[in-house]
């Protein structure tokens, strides 16, 4: 098994703005078995981003491992995850 890295500001926008953005990067996640996610450069993912970001990870098969995360969108994704939890029904 091998660690497949995808740089994200290669490949996407350096601002992710939308749920559907996350949808089309677990696509590419979801092919690997372990992947390193690099956010080096990304500096703002909206809340919508964020919440299918989280969902799409819950149900992942995938190990994620992110790294080069800003602060900010650490942040915003413990808070969304935190929601997430209260609210999921399968969780």
């Not at 996350?22 to 993912?45: T, V, Y």
């Amino acid at each position: 098994m091998t660690e497949y890295t995808l740089k994200l500001k290669e490949k996407y926008p350096r601002k992710l703005g939308t749920g559907p953005t996350a949808k089309k990067i677990f696509k590419e996640i979801n092919e690997h078995e372990e992947i390193i996610l690099d956010f080096e450069d990304i500096k703002f993912m909206s809340r919508s981003f964020a919440q299918e970001y989280t969902v799409q990870k819950y149900y992942s098969n995938s190990k994620i491992t992110e790294i080069n995360m800003d602060i900010s969108i650490e942040k915003l994704l413990e808070v969304v995850k935190k929601d997430f939890e209260k609210t999921c029904l399968k969780c």
